[in-house]
Nanobody, 121 residues
């Protein structure tokens, strides 16, 4: 299996920055895409940013211009740089990997455990 470990969450004041990391380990796989989701208390999980194998990125309107997703393929790591954070960004953030297992060719769909981001006003 492939495991995803997230880090970088914490408490920050409005206007501050955080960088989340999502590291993949385990079986060998080919990378198709990684998405970042967030879930605020009492709300549905929503996709906030994503990056594909060719480096294409997409963002939710609510984070455009403030969040940047990037990937370091050598480290099997995807980052989410979050700037100018707002209280409404408070949520648990999850990474979701879409890949293909190298040995079997079967689809890979893995989730991280989540990391809490709290933005104070």
């Amino acid at each position: 299996q492939v495991q995803l470990v997230e880090s970088g969450g914490g408490l920050v004041q409005a206007g501050g920055s955080l960088r989340l990391s999502c590291v993949a380990s385990g079986r060998m796989f080919s990378f198709n895409a990684m998405d970042w989701y967030r879930q605020a208390p009492g709300k549905q999980r929503q996709m906030v940013a994503g990056i594909t194998y060719d480096g294409s990125t997409n963002y939710a309107d609510s984070v455009k211009g403030r969040f940047t997703v990037s990937r370091d393929s050598a480290k099997n790591t995807v980052y989410l740089q979050m700037n100018n954070l707002k209280p409404e960004d408070t949520a648990v953030y999850y990474c979701n990997l879409d890949g293909t297992y190298s040995d079997s060719g079967r689809a890979l769909d893995a989730w991280g455990q989540g990391t809490l981001v709290t933005v104070s006003s």
